[in-house]
């Protein structure tokens, strides 16, 4: 298998071809100008942060940049109306408690990946 690099991520966020076949017409990687700048920041932090209403591209291209960053996959889905974030580690739930908790568990798992 090819190894995965962060331009061909990059390309599939575009609507492009990756040029390896990373991509599938079933799931959706493209990514609209602000999913893009979360997308941006994650690359930045070491992790994405997102709420249950943004859409599921995001969540493919992060776990794609992951792997060609050879990073741990690390999610944080804030829930600001119930005051709750939940913890995805490599596609498992690694922990859910209130946003504040959340937010502090997670700067310490980013480590890994820096």
């Known amino acids: 298998m090819k190894r995965i690099k962060l331009d061909h991520v990059e390309r599939l966020s ?13 799931v959706g990687h493209y990514l609209r100008s602000h999913e893009r700048e979360s997308y941006q ?3 930045k932090k070491g992790y ?7 859409r599921a ?11 060609a960053m050879n990073w741990n996959f690390l999610v944080l889905i804030k829930d600001p109306e119930k005051d709750i974030g939940t913890i995805y580690q490599n ?9 504040s908790n959340t937010k502090k568990k997670m700067k ?5 990946n820096f």
């Open 14 to 26: 575009h609507g492009k071809r990756s040029g390896i076949n990373i991509g599938s017409r079933s």
């Open 41 to 43: 920041r994650a690359l």
């Open 48 to 54: 994405l942060d997102i709420t249950e209403k943004d």
């Open 57 to 67: 591209n995001l969540w493919h291209i992060w776990e794609k940049a992951c792997l």
């Open 91 to 99: 596609n498992k739930i690694a922990g859910r408690d209130k946003l």
């Open 108 to 112: 310490s798992l980013v480590s890994s």
